[in-house]
């Protein structure tokens, strides 16, 4: 199969390139620095450009048959909210357009459980109520609506999936969490009885695949997640278990570091730098998240095979190993 990967030099788009090659797909890649691509290996056909370049978007799409939108514009410092739209929600619609004219057959979008927010009822299935609560998770919220709109309008299969905490060898977003947890400095924030729900990242580019093959996927949205669920405290715990550390017992209330994590938001911003604390990194502690795969596992087959303690070895092994820990 033909397909193309956007986003293929961050951490998710990466994995999902190597994982559809080594299944002997013909996988081009749409990346912005081409030299960020060598990690990867060999064996891609590399189109530079990025989403907002309608003629790279077209270079990119011709002859694939699947096409798996994984670039996105994740929480930066400084960056106005048009921007975050331009990358997240409108161009998906000019992506769909030019795979659709190019003689695409699907589109894969992936989206984020974000869109959920903070889930009152656990555990939330694809059905619950939308309830994003930053600009990134609005703005992946009208991509799906825009992948929708298109879609419809130029015939094209759509598939969106909604992955949970991806962790695993060569992520850096809950490097902070694993490297605090096994160094014993992590200090927990309220009670940690808020769920949190982790996906490995070798599971979830098995499900990207099978939304990209599975005939009955198109047009329905999967909730892409781990086969276990915790609450915060028990993955805290978990990670010191597999590090070999006893589990960490400091605990600070949660508001208190919410109100300086505000103030110190809006004087980094007019400074345009990344702030040391943030509402963000607050909500991590306080922002419920438990997903029901169900949808996925009987209309997908998706089935997660990594264990949570499995997966947090592989990933404070590669940590170590490079360096970061």
């Not at 390139?17 to 060598?38: I, K, M, N, S, T």
């Not at 695949?209 to 276990?228: H, K, M, N, S």
């Not at 998706?302 to 404070?316: A, F, N, Q, W």
Request: net charge positive; hydrophobic share 40%; charged share 25%.
């Amino acid at each position: 199969m033909k397909v193309l990967v956007t986003g293929a030099t961050g951490f998710t788009g990466g994995h999902l390139a190597r994982h559809l090659r080594a299944r002997g797909y013909d996988v081009r890649l749409l990346v912005r620095e081409p030299a960020r691509a060598a990690s990867l290996g060999s064996g891609f056909d590399i189109v530079q450009g990025d989403l907002t370049d309608r003629d790279a978007l077209a270079r990119a799409c011709e002859g694939r048959e699947v096409v798996y939108n994984i670039a996105a514009l994740y929480r930066q410092a400084g960056l106005p909210k048009e921007r975050y739209h331009d990358v997240n929600a409108r161009a998906v619609g000019w992506l769909i357009e030019t795979a659709a004219a190019a003689g695409a057959r699907r589109v894969v979008h992936c989206s984020t459980v974000g869109v959920h927010g903070d889930v009152e009822h656990p555990p939330a299935n694809e059905d619950a109520p939308l309830r994003p609560g930053d600009v990134y998770q609005w703005t992946k919220l009208d991509g799906e609506s825009i992948a929708r709109q298109t879609a419809g309008r130029v015939g094209l299969e759509l598939v969106i999936a909604r992955p949970t905490g991806i962790y695993g060898p060569g992520d850096r977003r809950l490097l902070k969490l694993f490297k605090g947890v096994a160094t014993g400095r992590f200090v927990m924030l309220g009670r940690g009885d808020i769920f949190y729900h982790l996906t490995y990242i070798d599971d979830l580019c098995e499900g990207f695949r099978l939304c990209g093959e599975v005939p009955q996927a198109a047009g329905r949205v999967y909730i892409l997640a781990g086969g276990e669920v915790t609450t915060l405290k028990e993955l805290v715990a978990r990670i010191a278990g597999v590090a070999g550390v006893t589990p960490p017992r400091r605990s600070l209330p949660v508001w208190p570091v919410w109100t300086v994590g505000a103030i110190v938001e809006g004087v980094c911003a007019v400074l345009k730098v990344e702030p040391p604390i943030y509402r963000r990194r607050v909500d991590f502690f306080t922002k419920s998240r438990a997903f029901d795969i169900t949808r996925a596992r009987e209309e997908l087959g998706y089935d997660p095979k990594v264990g949570l303690d499995d997966g947090i070895r592989h990933t404070l092994d590669w940590y170590r190993e490079a360096g970061w820990l």
